[in-house]
């Protein structure tokens, strides 16, 4: 549960910074009118098609094929988001590996 709501707020992350990094270049005038609604309505589908942590991330790969703002964005909660969950994977081996049960920590770290 606890990775789900993880998930979920990167996601909230994405999509609000995606927001401010649309607006911020529209101020500055390097994304038009029609391009903000093309990054807005793709980023939306992507989100609203996306079934699970894989397919989002697939569908923001194609996607910053096509809009780097999407990238811009993507980067800057990517690592954070990946340190996360490589910390809740070392932490559970971690008990695992304190109670005696070896296998079952690797097994935590392989997921």
């Known amino acids: 549960m606890q990775n789900t709501n993880r998930f979920e707020q990167f996601k909230d992350e994405i999509k609000r910074d995606l927001m401010l ?3 911020q270049n ?3 005038g390097t994304l038009g009118k029609e ?9 939306i589908r992507a989100q609203d098609a996306a079934q699970d942590e894989q397919s ?10 096509i809009h780097p703002e999407i990238l811009q964005v993507f980067t800057k ?8 969950q490589k910390n809740e994977k070392i932490t559970r081996a971690h008990k695992y590996i304190t109670i005696g049960l070896v296998d079952e920590a690797l097994e935590a770290l392989k997921h």
Not at 35 to 43: C, E, I, P
């Open 26 to 28: 529209v101020k500055q």
């Open 56 to 65: 989002f991330l697939s569908e923001l790969f194609k996607l910053i094929e």
């Open 77 to 84: 909660h990517a690592d954070i988001y990946y340190e996360q």
């Open 21 to 23: 990094q649309i607006m």
């Open 35 to 43: 391009n903000t609604h093309l990054v807005s309505r793709d980023f």
